[in-house]
């Protein structure tokens, strides 16, 4: 027996995070759909849109520019799906841009911080998953705090961890 839902099969989707193809000789696309969730959607485009900016104006030698994702791209769940993939694709853009930057001198990471409580976005997320794990919360001053240092190291990792004990660089 098997099982069908209304929507359309996975095989016969195709994705875009540019609203192109990247290399066209690799992709043949036939037909395509758009499906977006408003808030999401806009994340994704306000990174891409001052990504593009740092890159176009450009931003001085030496510049360093931090994006914020979420350390719920690395630990979604069935609620927060939508959410956590872009999360990822916030930090997949910002990879991607940042190989550009390199050859200008400006320095892209992303900082994705955990749950925080006191935050409007933390506060919801606490009340449908409970209370973060770890040994301390992550504050918005202490998240303050670790993102003026990190802005002022010499060399930066392509993404960091952000929660209570401070800033981890994360594996490629």
């Keep these: ?15 875009q995070v540019f609203g ?16 977006a969730q408003a808030g999401w959607e806009a994340d994704v485009r306000i990174v891409f849109g001052w990504l593009r900016a740092a890159l176009r104006l450009p931003l001085a030698a030496g510049s360093r520019v931090i994006v914020f994702g979420s350390g719920a791209e690395l630990r979604g769940s069935p609620l927060s799906g939508g959410y956590a993939g872009a999360k990822a694709t916030v930090r997949l ?17 992303t900082v994705l911080p955990v749950i925080t409580p006191g935050t409007a976005i933390g506060n919801t997320a606490i009340r449908a998953y409970g209370n973060p794990p770890g040994p ?31 800033l981890a660089p994360l594996a490629k």
Excluded: C, K, Q
Excluded at 1 to 15: H, I, N, T
Excluded at 20 to 35: C, D, G, I, M, N
Excluded at 93 to 109: P, S, V
Excluded at 139 to 144: D, I, K, N, Q, S
């Design 20 to 35: 192109r193809t990247l290399h066209p000789e690799w992709f043949s696309v036939r037909a395509h759909r758009r499906y």
């Design 93 to 109: 853009i910002t990879n991607y841009a940042a190989a550009d930057a390199r050859d200008m001198g400006i320095a892209m990471t």
């Design 136 to 166: 301390s919360p992550l504050t918005p001053e202490f998240a303050g705090e670790r993102i003026l240092e990190l802005a002022a190291e010499p060399t930066l990792s392509s993404a960091y961890l952000l929660n209570g004990e401070g």
């Design 1 to 15: 027996m098997s099982v069908r839902s209304g929507g359309p099969r996975v095989a016969d989707l195709a994705f």
